[in-house]
């Protein structure tokens, strides 16, 4: 693993340690509102301090212990979408690619198609109105337009695979199509999955960063650097923190497992191996 | 006595579909018999069909047509349950030593997998089994433990040779087992081909692209031609006097030792082979053929016999030519 993608695992883990310790590690409440003393300007109460690092925002709420309250949503959304999306490409990628024939015609032919057609945020969005907003709905969202790619990578990794000659000698000593599945195709298949996971995490941290901006995602006063960033749209001029330090966390994150998933498509490509 | 024949093959068609109404046709009517405990070498250039039938034998690819009787039942008739009962007695060797094993399985998983899934023997037993049948080709029991990529290609094809034993089958179809191995280990395998055969009573069908090769090993052999059958003889036969002019085509081409007493009267292949989506008409050997007359262009030569044992499709060998 090279040394960005090195850099990128140690900002990983660290966030994924500050989403869990949250309670431990935030200074604060994410939710109490500070009383502050009324005579001084807007641009004096909110700057960061000592006792506050990342200042206060318009409600007096502590953004650094927001911030860290929001890594909890942000890795929650990331890890659940990922999951729940590529488990749903991979069981429909295996399927169609291995079985090929109408099933394949309907799944890379039809549904593949039909969901690439749709602008994607779009779509989340059009989900999240009809659902209601909330993060369980959030990640319903992101999971449903999230399948696509993983199945597709899947449905070509699964089509090569299945011509290799040990997959014929599975079926030759009568083995049934589920442990072929399992057992021979779905670990030589893989690989290519692993990269698309790992910069899925980072499309679904930034998309929830969108929805939560746009309103769709996480509620008030629930702390999400997207809510956050939204929140902070009005104080740009006068608090301009408000803005930064959530902003440099999601790039933080999005580069973070960037950088993950291009070293592991290094390592994990022979044809790139020097 | 005259015993039944092992496998019966009849008129097997498989034509694969190419494009809009377009097919080929890999293997276009290939009739044979193989007996209990002989080798029937199956020779043939690339893209003759040679594998096609070998892995039409065992279903591991669906035949258009025909018939293949396996000791005495039609396996293309048999329901799943009872094909996955009969693979236990039928077998495979793959080509390439490289893509047969999976790389990320461990060589005695790999070996030991048939037993598995055939649930026979426990844990136990089956450890004892795999041990036993890498003894059985000549490997260390150790390497049950080591990933395939740490062998070369001769151990790796005698790994393959192993999980094709695991279920002490009757018949093995041995796709070009040597084809992809140097020289020297080629005649490594085939020995321990032959040392299996008369030890397990086995009963081959050695698929291979040169007459070279199966000359040792074989019983019968049978030459193939864009998927039709041109001749079938026993081996002395087939080398000593063969009738079909590709097959002395091809006897031509085996490389010589004394490249100077080469007899000058054997023929050459010239040109390419035809395409099977068309393939020519009457006598498909008919583009290439030294001997080509205007019958041979039209009309389509019948696989009779033409000596005791000894069949060919061409109208050079049929008694109305001879007699006439």
């Given at each position: 693993m090279n040394i960005l993608g090195k850099i990128g695992l140690l900002i990983i883990a660290g966030f994924f340690i500050v989403a869990i310790f949250a309670p431990l590690i935030a200074p604060y409440d994410p939710v109490t509102q500070k009383q502050q003393p009324g005579n001084l300007p807007i641009e004096e109460r909110l700057k960061p301090t000592l006792s506050h690092p990342f200042g206060l925002d318009d409600l007096g709420r502590d953004v650094l212990s927001r911030v860290i309250y929001g890594a909890r949503i942000s890795m929650q959304v990331g890890v659940m979408v990922v999951m729940i999306s590529a488990l749903i490409g991979i069981a429909i990628g295996s399927i169609s690619g291995y079985y090929g024939g109408w099933v394949d015609r309907f799944f890379s032919g039809f549904l593949f198609n039909v969901f690439m057609a749709f602008p994607s945020i779009l779509l989340a969005i059009a989900m999240v109105a009809f659902l209601g907003p909330s993060i369980r709905n959030l990640i319903i969202a992101l999971s449903v337009i999230g399948w696509v790619g993983y199945a597709r990578l899947m449905r070509g990794q699964v089509l090569k695979v299945r011509e290799y000659d040990f997959v014929t000698a599975a079926r030759a000593i009568g083995a049934g199509d589920l442990r072929i599945l399992a057992r021979h195709i779905l670990p030589n298949a893989i690989q290519p999955l692993i990269v698309q996971a790992s910069l899925g995490m980072a499309g679904a941290v930034l998309s929830e960063a969108s929805l939560s901006f746009l309103g769709l995602g996480v509620q008030p006063p629930t702390p999400s650097w997207g809510v956050m960033l939204n929140d902070a749209r009005s104080f740009l001029?006068?608090?301009?923190h408000l803005l930064i330090f959530p902003g440099l966390t999601v790039m933080l994150t999005v580069m973070a497992f960037n950088f993950v998933g291009d070293s592991l498509r290094e390592m994990l490509d022979p044809k790139l191996k020097r | 006595m005259i015993e039944s024949p092992l496998l019966e093959v009849e008129n097997l068609v498989k034509h694969f579909p190419s494009g809009r109404k377009r097919v080929v046709r890999a293997v276009d009517g290939v009739s044979f018999a193989i007996r209990r405990g002989e080798t029937l070498g199956l020779v043939g250039e690339s893209g003759c069909g040679k594998t096609t039938v070998g892995r039409s034998l065992l279903r591991l690819i669906e035949p258009t047509g025909g018939e293949v009787r396996f000791d005495g039942r039609d396996l293309l008739k048999l329901r799943k349950g009872e094909l996955r009962q009969l693979r236990r007695r039928m077998q495979i060797i793959f080509q390439d030593p490289y893509s047969s094993l999976d790389p990320r399985c461990k060589v005695g998983a790999i070996i030991g997998e048939p037993l598995e899934v055939h649930g026979l023997g426990n844990r136990l037993e089956r450890r004892e089994r795999i041990c036993e049948l890498l003894k059985v080709v000549g490997?260390?029991?150790?390497?049950?433990?080591?990933?395939?990529?740490?062998?070369?290609g001769g151990q790796r094809q005698r790994i393959g040779i192993a999980r094709a034993l695991a279920l002490n089958p009757d018949f093995i179809v041995a796709d070009e087992p040597v084809s992809a191995l140097d020289v020297s280990v080629q005649a490594q395998v085939v020995n321990l081909l032959q040392d299996l055969q008369e030890r397990f009573g086995l009963t081959y069908l050695f698929i291979s692209h040169g007459l070279a090769v199966v000359k040792h090993i074989s019983t019968r052999v049978g030459v193939m031609y864009l998927g039709k059958l041109v001749e079938l003889a026993p081996a002395e036969e087939i080398y000593?006097?063969?009738?079909?002019p590709y097959t002395q085509a091809l006897l031509a081409a085996?490389?010589?030792?004394?490249?100077?007493?080469?007899?000058?009267?054997e023929p050459r292949l010239a040109g390419d082979v035809p395409t099977l989506i068309d393939p020519p008409s009457g006598c498909r050997f008919h583009t290439r053929?030294?001997?080509?007359?205007?019958r041979c262009r039209i009309e389509e030569p019948a696989f009779t016999e033409?000596?005791?044992g000894h069949f060919a499709a061409c109208f050079l060998h049929h008694s109305d030519v001879v007699n006439g």
């Open positions: 001029s006068v608090a301009p | 490997l260390d029991p150790d390497f049950a433990g080591r990933y395939p990529h740490q062998f070369s000593d006097n063969p009738l079909h085996i490389p010589s030792p004394e490249p100077v007493e080469r007899r000058a009267h053929c030294p001997h080509v007359t205007q033409v000596a005791p």
